[in-house]
């Protein structure tokens, strides 16, 4: 294993293994929900004209310049479908594993400390299996992004099945931490029909692997595993893209977290997220970084706003769920007080 210290941060790189990021010094707060000073384009009179960080980026998507936009989420996407992300405290999944009985809470999903006790995950793969949550408006709008014509890829770290289910198609998503719509012997990797792993997982069984007897599991990465194969198209993707859209993700789960850094240095970075994560921590901010702080439901509808795209997305949206998302009140789900995490918990 290598280590080494960047910016304030041990990264332990092992192969391309999922791992966490250890912070040894937490970056200065950043209160200021208010755009970059900086975030400033010539306006048609040659005149500097100052913008926040989704006009000066919904301008350049209306002149035309962005074709090709990576989108990079994680669990912050799906608050808003009442799915809690890991590392928020209080609300976290993180921080509402006590009944687990876990050492640590990354032990959920550890493939050692499953090896050994693969109960406590099973126990809570009960509540993530994808079916009881609708996407929101978030997603819908990256769909939307699609459907433009702008979407060279969306790589996401869910495994919450919400992309797949608002359209986004299989060529235009990757699943970094895998999904569970498929399934394998976590020893010997056979795999295994995940209709029948989930069956038994539904009625708090171990399916186990008839080749080997090892338990099986569904084929979602848990830390020391590897990156599912479609992963690695990022090394084509991340030079081709003229705009990177970063949202909903504490950005320090390794090595998914660095593929931020992996867009030319005059592409513009945009981070949508409550806090400032990642390179977005340092001041100050690279040239053709933007942020917007807040919900992300609402600086997505803002720039839905700008784009003239609202309207388009809503209808979108309620076209789309045609029943099988009923438990969804489309008011919430379309960015109106839409963070639901805290009041609707998995746990
Ligand atoms: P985290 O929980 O680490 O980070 C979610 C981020 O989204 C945080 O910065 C939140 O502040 C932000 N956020 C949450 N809700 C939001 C909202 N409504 N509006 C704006 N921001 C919001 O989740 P991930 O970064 O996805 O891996 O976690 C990465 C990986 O860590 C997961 O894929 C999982 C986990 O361990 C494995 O299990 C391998």
């Keep these: ?41 010539s306006s048609p009179s040659g005149s ?13 998507m209306k002149l035309g310049r962005v074709r090709n936009i990576v989108v990079v989420a994680g669990a912050g996407i799906s608050t808003a479908s009442g799915i809690p ?34 109960h406590p995950f099973f126990s809570l793969a009960k509540e993530l299996f994808p079916g009881h949550h609708c996407p929101n408006y978030v997603h819908y709008f990256i769909r939307m992004l699609h459907q433009k014509g702008l979407l060279l890829r969306m790589y996401t770290q869910n495994i919450d099945g919400l992309e797949k289910l608002c359209g986004i198609p299989d060529d235009k998503l990757v699943e970094a931490h ?19 792993a989930k069956q038994a997982i539904m009625n708090g069984n171990v399916p186990i692997c008839t080749f080997c007897a090892g338990a099986v599991k569904p084929n979602v990465v848990f830390f020391g595993e590897d990156l599912p194969e479609k992963y690695f198209q990022h090394a084509e993707d991340f030079p081709k893209a003229d705009l990177l ?88 789900s379309s960015g109106e007080n839409s963070d639901s995490s805290e009041t609707d918990s998995m746990h």
């Design 1 to 41: 294993m290598l280590t080494k210290v960047i910016c304030g941060m041990h990264i332990f790189f092992e192969n391309t293994k999922v791992i966490h990021i250890l912070f040894f010094r937490k970056g200065k707060s950043y209160q200021s929900s208010s755009p970059s000073a900086k975030a400033v384009l």
């Design 85 to 118: 992300d890991f590392r928020t405290p209080g609300t976290g999944l993180y921080a509402n594993l006590a009944k687990y009985d876990i050492p640590y809470p990354e032990a959920i999903f550890n493939i050692d400390y499953f090896s050994d006790n693969p």
């Design 48 to 60: 500097s004209v100052p913008r926040g960080a989704l006009d000066t980026i919904g301008l350049l």
């Design 245 to 332: 859209m970063i949202m909903g993700t504490s950005l320090k789960i390794e090595p998914f977290a660095s593929l931020v850094n992996t867009v030319k240095s005059t592409v513009p970075r945009l981070l949508l997220n409550r806090d400032p994560v990642g390179p977005f921590e340092r001041r100050p901010l690279r040239r053709a970084d933007y942020m917007e702080l807040g919900d992300l439901s609402d600086s997505v509808r803002k720039l839905a706003e700008i784009l003239g795209w609202h309207t388009e997305i809503q209808d979108l949206m309620n076209s789309h769920e045609n029943g099988l998302c009923s438990s969804t009140d489309p008011s919430n």
């Design 178 to 196: 895998g999904s569970f719509a498929t399934a394998a012997c976590h020893l010997c990797y056979t795999p295994y029909p995940a209709e029948e």
